[in-house]
Protein backbone atom coordinates (compact mmCIF):
# COMPACT_ATOMS: atom_id res chain seq x y z
CA UNK A 1 0.00 0.00 0.00
CA UNK A 2 2.89 2.68 0.81
CA UNK A 3 4.43 1.38 -2.67
CA UNK A 4 1.35 2.59 -4.42
CA UNK A 5 0.55 5.85 -2.62
CA UNK A 6 4.49 6.71 -3.65
CA UNK A 7 4.36 5.87 -7.19
CA UNK A 8 1.05 7.82 -6.91
CA UNK A 9 2.64 11.13 -5.10
CA UNK A 10 5.54 10.92 -7.19
CA UNK A 11 3.84 10.95 -10.50
CA UNK A 12 4.70 14.29 -12.60
CA UNK A 13 0.63 15.40 -12.19
CA UNK A 14 0.49 15.22 -8.94
CA UNK A 15 4.30 17.37 -8.04
CA UNK A 16 3.26 19.31 -11.00
CA UNK A 17 -0.12 20.18 -9.35
CA UNK A 18 1.26 20.62 -5.47
CA UNK A 19 3.83 23.45 -6.93
CA UNK A 20 0.89 25.30 -8.86
CA UNK A 21 -0.99 25.37 -5.68
CA UNK A 22 2.11 27.01 -3.93
CA UNK A 23 2.78 29.56 -6.38
CA UNK A 24 -0.96 30.49 -6.69
CA UNK A 25 -1.19 30.94 -2.53
CA UNK A 26 1.75 33.26 -3.16
CA UNK A 27 1.00 34.84 -6.34
CA UNK A 28 -2.53 35.28 -4.45
CA UNK A 29 -0.69 36.87 -1.50
CA UNK A 30 1.35 39.49 -4.00
CA UNK A 31 -2.39 40.26 -5.39
CA UNK A 32 -3.80 40.84 -1.71
CA UNK A 33 -1.11 43.63 -1.14
CA UNK A 34 -1.51 45.11 -4.60
CA UNK A 35 -4.88 45.62 -3.94
CA UNK A 36 -5.08 46.48 -0.21
CA UNK A 37 -1.64 47.93 -0.37
CA UNK A 38 -1.93 50.05 -4.00
CA UNK A 39 -5.21 50.12 -5.83
CA UNK A 40 -7.64 50.65 -2.57
CA UNK A 41 -5.57 53.24 -1.12
CA UNK A 42 -4.74 55.48 -4.83
CA UNK A 43 -8.71 55.10 -4.67
CA UNK A 44 -9.37 56.13 -1.12
CA UNK A 45 -7.16 59.28 -1.57
CA UNK A 46 -9.01 60.65 -4.63
CA UNK A 47 -12.59 60.40 -2.60
CA UNK A 48 -10.85 60.38 0.64
CA UNK A 49 -12.11 56.84 1.39
CA UNK A 50 -11.45 53.83 2.97
CA UNK A 51 -13.20 50.63 1.42
CA UNK A 52 -12.05 48.44 4.16
CA UNK A 53 -14.14 50.17 6.51
CA UNK A 54 -16.93 50.53 4.57
CA UNK A 55 -19.69 48.42 6.19
CA UNK A 56 -24.12 48.43 6.68
CA UNK A 57 -24.67 47.19 10.13
CA UNK A 58 -27.44 44.77 10.11
CA UNK A 59 -28.66 45.20 13.83
CA UNK A 60 -29.20 48.29 15.67
CA UNK A 61 -26.58 47.65 18.82
CA UNK A 62 -23.72 48.30 16.16
CA UNK A 63 -22.46 52.14 16.00
CA UNK A 64 -18.49 51.49 15.66
CA UNK A 65 -16.86 53.75 13.00
CA UNK A 66 -14.15 50.88 12.32
CA UNK A 67 -15.38 47.18 10.53
CA UNK A 68 -13.34 45.29 13.71
CA UNK A 69 -14.94 46.81 16.14
CA UNK A 70 -18.28 47.21 14.06
CA UNK A 71 -18.05 42.98 13.72
CA UNK A 72 -17.24 42.63 17.97
CA UNK A 73 -20.61 44.27 18.27
CA UNK A 74 -23.31 42.48 15.98
CA UNK A 75 -24.05 41.67 12.38
CA UNK A 76 -22.39 43.89 10.25
CA UNK A 77 -22.82 43.52 6.11
CA UNK A 78 -19.07 44.33 5.15
CA UNK A 79 -19.77 45.80 1.51
CA UNK A 80 -16.17 47.61 1.23
CA UNK A 81 -14.81 44.60 2.32
CA UNK A 82 -16.39 42.83 -0.87
CA UNK A 83 -15.64 45.46 -2.85
CA UNK A 84 -11.82 45.00 -1.91
CA UNK A 85 -11.88 41.21 -2.48
CA UNK A 86 -13.65 41.56 -5.81
CA UNK A 87 -11.11 43.92 -7.21
CA UNK A 88 -8.98 41.09 -5.84
CA UNK A 89 -10.81 39.08 -8.12
CA UNK A 90 -11.06 40.86 -11.30
CA UNK A 91 -7.23 41.63 -11.05
CA UNK A 92 -6.26 37.39 -10.91
CA UNK A 93 -8.39 36.80 -13.48
CA UNK A 94 -6.99 39.16 -16.11
CA UNK A 95 -3.56 37.94 -15.70
CA UNK A 96 -4.67 34.79 -15.66
CA UNK A 97 -6.27 35.66 -18.84
CA UNK A 98 -3.19 37.14 -20.45
CA UNK A 99 -0.89 34.42 -19.35
CA UNK A 100 -3.62 31.77 -20.90
CA UNK A 101 -3.96 34.03 -23.94
CA UNK A 102 0.07 34.29 -24.23
CA UNK A 103 1.11 30.77 -23.77
CA UNK A 104 -2.18 29.84 -26.53
CA UNK A 105 -0.29 32.48 -29.54
CA UNK A 106 2.79 30.57 -28.45
CA UNK A 107 1.41 27.33 -28.99
CA UNK A 108 -0.05 28.31 -32.41
CA UNK A 109 3.35 29.79 -33.12
CA UNK A 110 5.50 26.91 -32.63
CA UNK A 111 2.59 24.28 -34.40
CA UNK A 112 2.50 26.64 -37.23
CA UNK A 113 6.46 26.95 -37.75
CA UNK A 114 6.94 23.11 -37.09
CA UNK A 115 4.07 22.77 -39.90
CA UNK A 116 6.64 25.06 -42.27
CA UNK A 117 9.35 23.10 -41.49
CA UNK A 118 8.18 19.47 -41.50
CA UNK A 119 6.90 18.85 -45.49
CA UNK A 120 4.71 16.10 -45.63
CA UNK A 121 6.47 12.41 -46.73
CA UNK A 122 5.21 11.12 -50.24
CA UNK A 123 3.73 8.06 -50.20
CA UNK A 124 5.18 5.13 -51.24
CA UNK A 125 3.96 4.10 -54.23
CA UNK A 126 4.58 7.35 -55.45
CA UNK A 127 8.18 7.48 -54.42
CA UNK A 128 8.54 4.26 -56.46
CA UNK A 129 6.69 5.58 -59.43
CA UNK A 130 9.25 9.10 -60.05
CA UNK A 131 11.86 6.24 -59.41
CA UNK A 132 11.00 4.07 -62.40
CA UNK A 133 10.34 7.16 -64.51
CA UNK A 134 13.90 8.64 -63.46
CA UNK A 135 15.31 5.16 -65.02
CA UNK A 136 13.42 5.05 -67.67
CA UNK A 137 14.10 9.05 -68.79
CA UNK A 138 18.14 7.90 -67.86
CA UNK A 139 17.70 5.25 -70.75
CA UNK A 140 16.90 7.25 -73.33
CA UNK A 141 19.28 9.71 -72.81
Not at 101 to 109: A, E, G, V, Y
Amino acid sequence: MFKEFREFALKGNVVDLAIGVIIGAAFGRIIDSLVNDIIMPFFGALGGLDFSNYFFPLTKGVTASSLAEARRQGAVLAWGNFLTVAVNFLIIAFVLFLIVRSINTFRKRVLKENLEVTPPAKPQDVVVLEEIRDLIAARRA
